[in-house]
């Protein structure tokens, strides 16, 4: 990796994940390194624990590309990048890899990970590999509050669905 990585446990991993959703995304990668994958910007998300293990959990709209690589191998990786590459996710985020190629119009290295097949990339500063554990579509009838549901969906066809995942690797930039 072009940063200097150290592993470190998921139980001993310290973030500011509020920050790092919103402000800082991530790219989230499904596939396959060795055969096809695909790259997304995401920046709505959460880290915990759950089930007794470390989780973070993931929302992608069904209509994204991504989504069928999420579908047919559960496995993903999410890699944090410095500001510098604000520009890379932004593409990620608005470019459908169905339509182009990201990775010439971003120039971002993928790379292999460590413990699951998609790839991450040389130039994150954080990485994570995560195992999908459970995977569930939004319901419109499952809005307690409908503020969330008039504001960020035009109809019940495109709410997300949620990716909740077994972080089984966290790697990060030494400090």
């Avoid at 500011?16 to 402000?23: G, I, L, M, N, T």
């Avoid at 989504?67 to 944090?80: G, I, K, Q, V």
């Avoid at 971003?106 to 990485?127: D, I, K, Q, W, Y």
Wanted: net charge neutral.
């Amino acid at each position: 990796m072009e940063n200097d990585m150290n592993s470190v446990e998921p139980s001993e991993f310290v973030a500011r994940p509020f920050a790092q959703f919103d402000k800082g995304w991530f790219l989230l990668t499904g596939g396959d390194f060795s055969a096809k994958w695909n790259t997304m910007t995401v920046s709505w998300g959460f880290a915990g624990t759950m089930w007794g293990k470390p989780i973070v959990a993931v929302v992608v709209r069904p209509t994204r590309y991504t989504r069928e690589f999420l579908d047919a191998r559960a496995e993903f990786t999410l890699s944090a990048f410095p500001e510098k590459y604000r520009k890379a996710l932004t593409v990620c985020g608005t470019k459908s890899g169905r339509d182009c190629d990201k990775m010439a119009l971003t120039g971002l290295t993928p790379v292999a990970s460590e413990t699951v097949n998609p790839p991450t990339f040389r130039e994150a500063n954080l990485v994570m590999e995560c195992r999908t554990l459970y995977r569930q579509p939004m319901t419109e009838a499952s809005f307690i509050d409908r503020t969330p549901f008039e504001k960020w969906y035009s109809s019940a066809d495109d709410l997300h669905i949620v990716y909740i995942a077994e972080v089984l690797a966290v790697r990060q930039v030494k400090v």
